[in-house]
């Protein structure tokens, strides 16, 4: 009367969907003006700085430095690595191709060390170079930039996983019910 178990076949669609949050998670890490890091009389984004006050900001584009270049680089990379991985998961689970599964893990993992080392870089050559006192903090926008390198974490594991899985993610073996009743 009632079974409960893992039905893989319905849940194989959860990994591209938690891709696709990832994307949207960098690409709102990519594009936010309202800044990575910010003080009371100065806040940046990736791209741009401001000094100043309220009515009156001062803008410059931290395209100067050299490490701000690398870090929107780095973040571009991971980012078209994400869309890359989106898509073959895409064509993977559709087209019930295992091979591709350990390929996209891969990629997954490339991407997260390319994002992790710009995450990494940003806020320590931003502090050392441009903030010389007073306090400050990372904005939401930058959070979301490390919340979509901590879905790719866990994505790429499972994606390195499931070829162990492959027959019961494609319907081709009996359900284990964790509960029967009688």
């Known amino acids: 009367m009632f079974k409960c178990g893992l039905a893989f076949p319905r849940c194989r669609w959860i990994l591209p969907l938690l891709l696709l949050l990832a994307i949207i998670f960098d690409i709102i890490a990519l594009a936010a003006e309202s800044g990575w890091v910010n003080s009371k ?89 441009l903030i010389q006192s007073g306090s400050y903090e990372y904005s939401w926008s930058y959070g979301l930039g490390w919340g979509a390198t901590i879905l790719m974490i866990g994505c790429g594991i499972f994606f390195c996983c499931l070829p162990k899985y492959e027959d019961e993610l494609y319907g081709l073996t009996k359900p284990y019910y964790i509960y029967e009743s009688a």
């Open 41 to 129: 009389y100065h806040y940046a984004s990736l791209w741009y700085q401001y000094r100043g006050r309220e009515p009156k900001w001062e803008p410059s584009s931290l395209m100067e430095y050299g490490w701000a270049q690398t870090t929107a680089a780095l973040m571009i990379i991971g980012c078209i690595l994400l869309i890359i991985c989106f898509i073959l998961s895409i064509l993977a689970l559709c087209k019930e191709q295992p091979g591709l599964l350990r390929l996209i893990g891969f990629l997954l993992f490339i991407a997260v060390l390319v994002q992790f080392i710009g995450l990494v870089t940003y806020p320590v050559k931003f502090t050392d170079v």
